[in-house]
């Protein structure tokens, strides 16, 4: 059974950076696809990004593009969300989910307990 583990989230200001962190446990991490979500309070979770297990392919929401950057390090089971700029906006539960056919399944099967990001003055 695959199990993943995030952490790193917290309280940050506006403009401040995160660094998020999920780390893979149960097999090795370049089988799968990693994504990572997030949901706001009386929001439907969205996704933000996903780091492909071929050939280093990511992908980021639009909301996100030029601020957050997602980076694996099989090495160490580790997938990581860098977050720059951040708004008021981005404050949700983050999530990393981990599959092994896609970025882009219909649902992702292995799923963390999230972290919660809050942004604010």
């Known amino acids: 059974q695959l199990q993943l583990v995030e952490s790193g989230g917290g309280l940050v200001q506006p403009g401040g950076s995160l660094r998020l962190s999920c780390v893979v446990s149960?097999?090795?991490?370049?089988?799968?696809?990693i994504g990572w979500f997030r949901q706001a309070p009386g929001k439907e979770r969205e996704g933000v990004s996903c780091?492909?297990?071929?050939?280093?392919?990511?992908y980021y929401a639009d909301s996100v593009k030029g601020r957050f950057t997602i980076f694996r390090d099989n090495a160490k089971n580790t997938v990581y969300l860098q977050m720059n700029s951040l708004k008021h906006e981005d404050t949700a539960v983050y999530y990393c989910?981990?599959?092994?056919?896609?970025?882009?399944?219909?649902?992702?099967?292995?799923w963390g307990q999230g972290t919660q990001v809050t942004v604010s003055s």
């Open positions: 149960g097999y090795t991490l370049d089988y799968y696809h």
């Open positions: 989910a981990a599959d092994s056919s896609s970025c882009f399944p219909r649902v992702y099967t292995y």
């Open positions: 780091a492909s297990r071929n050939d280093n392919s990511t």
